[in-house]
Every structure is written in structure tokens, then in C-alpha cells.
């Protein structure tokens, strides 16, 4: 028999706490210590309906994973319980009308028109999340501006009719170098979550990086590709290694075909956009000491389970308890990649983790031009495949990339803002306008395949040199969302 709205209102403190997900009832009273958003947004929903809260950043097999059985209550007759009335929220009417008269999906020509786009019809939280970096945000501006300190020496009267820019990564044969890399919470950005980006790697016939810290759970994105699709896992180490140890046999038994272990995070950042756009509870006590707050923003809220033990010893368990490819994701210095090859690790993301760790970390592109002469002075240069992220979203920062030796490069928050903005057919579209980019800029600077591209196509004489001015990037500076000051807090009615 379903329980009654009144049956769960009743348990609405610490010493009880039921809520109600999906029309059905939990108690999470013991759990609420345990939260890593703290236990005050689970108390906010006491006895309530928790749903819309819940789905946009909980895979929906958490509460099986993680609340005793004897925790789950069974069903609720919904028609019982008491709808809250929202408040009329002004700045919530004006984002739905902007919605309505968001562009046409094609009359976005480039990744920068999405992120316009989402910018503008996004919720505040869900933009806060994907759009914030680490304190001054200058290491995220900077792995998009580093591509430009970069110059082409094109070469001519080369035959390009036709082009070919499929490639391998890892083994895999792909139509495109680059792949859809793992950003946590799709459903901020859209309903359906990371199976979006699914479908549209399959169109495209690109790899998807799944995310550890995914709103879909891992199985309905490994459910959602094609018989013939591949994916990756990537992982935040658990403190508790068997966990890491389930997840990674899990995934390999679903078919993934390489472990990128995160290694830049054993702490995440401080992303201030996130935290203030998560501030909004009125009378909030930050200084309590007592939870973790909702002013900590959602990256710490769902990451205080991250292992900062995490070391170079742990290498040979990871290969102790899998056989696929590993790749350390994050390595910022040439001496890292020297010490992978010796750790035989197969291969290794540049990233600064888009900025969102420690800001002035070096760009991914920086660190690889650093990396490849070092390598291939050393004869290292075919021990281990290196990849790039950060910042790309010309298909000219893909072609830099690889003449500088990098056999892919991963792309995040284009993809997210184009389905943020326009769902799978503007994940397709943002797809589809780098493989026209990638057409077209293969021609110009006379290369008919990926196997072409060489160091003596490009100028990185600049790329090092931190303090000269490059030509201003209209796109980027229109879209960017700059840093604001705390606001002035509403005069009392008292």
C-alpha cells in the first residue's frame, strides 16, 4: 500500500528525515552526515518532494548503490502529497523567453556561437557549474589563447582534393582526431544527460570519455551507444580502492576500452562562479563550521569521496586489475611524462582540467610543445600516445595540436553548451562544423592526411614568451563570462 503524503511530511528534522524521489520514499536520516553536499539541502526537502533537486546532479541508481534496503520505504500515493507553490521568480521568466527566442541551431556557424547561446538560457547554477574555472580564471582563458601565440607555415601547390583526417587513438579507428572528453552533471545542461553526447559521438564516429561524476549512471550511457561504438571511462580514484576496483572491472566488462585516471585533482579547485551562483539561501550561517554548505558550489558537493593519497605507487594495482589501456589524465610537466613511460603507462592527457584546478597552470599545448622535442630526443616519442585538452574549439587548435605531436585532443564544454542550448542536433552541428573547419584548414596548409601533419608547419617561437599581446579574440571576449564582486545585499523592510 502506497504511503500518504501526511506520512512522510511528519519526518521532517535530523532525528527523521524521509524524502521522496521519483514517487518513491527514502529515509535518510542516518545518511544525512554522510552527504557531501552537506546535510542541509537534504533537510531543506525533509518530508518532501526532492525530485527536481535531486535529478540533475544523482546518476538514478544512487540510492541503490548507496542507502541500505531497508532505508528504501516503497512507493507514495503522489496525488497526497502538498505541491508547493513557487515563488514567481522574474530572472526565471525572463531565461524562458529568452529561450523561446534563442537563435535558429543554424545560424550558429562556430563552437563559440553555442556557448553565446547557452550562456544565455541556461539556469544560473547549471551555467555557474560548467562555465566557472579556478580563481582568477586565468589558466582557463589562457589554454584558449596559447592556441593563438601559435603560427602555421603552410606549405602549397600540394594535392588536396582529397582529404582524409580519420586517425587511431588507442587503437580505436576513428573519423575524427578529437573526442568528446568526460565533464561531469550533463542534466544541468539538459534532461537527458550524457546519452546525448552518446548518440552524437555515434553519428560522428568519435569516442566518447565517459565521466565518473556522470548525472546519467554509468550503464544507461554504456546502454546508449551502438554495438560498434567505443567509449573510455574516466576515473576519480575512491578513497575506498575496492570501489575504484568494481568501477574499473565493471566498465571493462561493459566493453570500455581504456582507464583515463584523473591525476591533477587530488583536491578540486576553488570555482568561484559556482559558488556564488549556489548561494542562495537567505540567512545561510557560512561561518557555522558545521556542513558543507551550498555556497561551496556543486564541484565540492560531489567530490568529497576523491582519494588525495593518490600517488605514482598506485600505478602497478591499476594495471594489476585491468587489462585495458591506461592514461593519466592531467600531467602537466615534461618530467610527468618521462616518469609514465617508466611507470609503463600507455598514455598521457595534457589538461590542466580546463582550467578549474590550479590557476596559471600552463596550457595543455604549452606543456606539449615542451614535451615532444624531449621524447623525441630521447627515441620515447612512439613509447606512449599523448592527447590534449583545454581550450580547443577551432579546428585550427586540433591541427596545431597534432603537428606538435599529439595523436588527439579532448573537447568538453563545446559539447556541453551545444546541447545545452540545442540538445543532440546542436551536439551534432557543433560535430559537424569542426569537420568542415577540419576539411577546409587541412587544404590551406597543404596536407591531405593526419599522417602529413609535422612540427615544420608551425611557429611556436611566441607560444613560450607569456607577456607579448596577441590579436584580440572577438569570440572568445564576447562570450566570456567575467568574474563579479559580491553584491550588495537587499535594504531591510524592518
Known amino acids: 500500500m502506497a504511503l500518504k503524503g501526511s506520512d512522510i511530511a511528519q519526518h521532517n528534522d535530523t532525528k527523521s528525515c524521509w524524502v521522496i524521489i521519483h514517487g518513491k520514499a527514502y529515509d535518510v536520516t542516518d545518511f544525512l552526515p554522510e552527504h557531501p553536499g552537506g546535510s542541509k539541502i537534504i533537510l531543506k526537502y525533509a518530508g518532501k518532494d526532492a525530485t527536481e533537486e535531486f535529478e540533475p546532479i544523482h546518476p538514478p541508481d544512487t540510492l541503490d548503490k548507496y542507502l541500505d534496503k531497508s532505508k528504501h520505504l516503497g512507493p507514495v500515493d503522489m496525488g497526497t502529497v502538498t505541491k508547493e507553490e513557487k515563488e514567481q521568480d522574474p530572472e526565471e521568466e525572463q531565461r524562458l523567453q529568452r529561450v523561446e527566442q534563442k537563435p535558429l541551431l543554424s545560424q550558429c556557424y562556430n563552437l563559440f556561437d553555442f556557448e553565446a547561446v547557452a550562456r544565455r538560457i541556461m539556469k544560473k547554477t547549471a551555467w555557474g557549474y560548467y562555465s566557472s574555472a579556478a580563481d582568477d580564471e586565468i589558466t582557463m582563458r589562457e589554454n584558449h589563447s596559447a592556441f593563438h601565440r601559435i603560427w602555421f607555415r603552410p606549405q602549397v601547390l600540394v594535392d588536396v582534393e582529397t582529404v582524409d ?48 561524476l556522470a548525472s546519467c549512471s554509468f550503464d544507461e550511457i554504456v546502454d546508449a551507444k551502438q554495438p560498434s561504438q567505443v567509449q573510455w571511462l574516466q576515473l576519480y580514484v575512491n578513497k575506498d580502492r575496492e570501489i575504484t576496483r568494481k568501477i574499473v572491472q565493471h566498465a571493462e566488462s561493459r566493453g570500455c576500452k581504456g582507464l583515463f585516471i584523473t591525476v591533477d585533482a587530488p583536491q578540486l579547485g576553488r570555482r568561484e562562479k559556482d559558488m556564488r551562483s549556489k548561494f542562495t539561501d537567505q540567512g545561510s550561517n557560512v561561518q557555522s563550521g558545521q556542513d558543507t554548505d551550498t555556497s561551496q558550489g556543486a564541484a565540492r558537493a560531489i567530490s568529497s569521496f576523491i582519494d588525495p593519497s593518490l600517488s605514482w605507487k598506485d600505478i602497478p594495482w591499476f594495471k594489476s586489475i585491468t587489462k585495458m589501456p591506461i592514461i593519466l589524465k592531467g600531467v602537466q610537466r615534461v618530467e610527468d611524462v618521462l616518469r609514465a613511460i617508466q611507470v609503463q603507462a600507455d598514455g598521457v592527457v595534457l589538461s590542466n582540467h580546463g582550467g578549474r584546478q590550479l590557476d596559471t597552470a600552463r596550457s595543455g599545448i604549452e606543456v606539449l610543445a615542451e614535451t ?36 588527439g585532443v579532448g573537447i568538453g564544454r563545446p559539447f556541453l553548451y551545444a546541447m545545452s542550448a540545442y540538445g543532440q542536433e546542436g551536439v551534432e552541428r557543433a560535430m559537424q562544423l569542426l569537420k568542415d573547419e577540419m576539411e577546409m584548414n587541412m587544404r590551406l596548409i597543404g596536407c591531405a592526411s593526419v599522417e602529413d601533419l609535422n612540427p615544420s608547419l608551425v611557429d611556436t617561437k611566441s607560444l613560450f614568451v607569456h607577456s607579448n599581446s596577441t590579436a584580440t579574440d572577438a569570440l572568445s571576449r564576447t562570450v566570456y563570462d567575467p568574474l563579479v564582486v559580491p553584491a550588495q545585499r537587499a535594504k531591510s523592510k524592518l
Open 165 to 212: 583526417f580519420s586517425t587511431t587513438m588507442l587503437g580505436t579507428r576513428v573519423s575524427m582526431p578529437f573526442y568528446v572528453t568526460a565533464t561531469a552533471l550533463g542534466k544541468l545542461g539538459n534532461p537527458e544527460g550524457e546519452v546525448v553526447l552518446t548518440r552524437a559521438a555515434h553519428k560522428h564516429n568519435v569516442i566518447q570519455m565517459i565521466p565518473t
Open 372 to 407: 615532444m622535442p624531449v621524447l623525441r630526443a630521447k627515441g620515447l616519442q612512439d613509447k606512449i600516445e599523448i592527447y590534449v585538452d583545454g581550450g580547443i574549439r577551432r579546428a585550427t587548435d586540433i591541427i596545431k595540436a597534432l603537428c606538435l605531436g599529439a595523436k
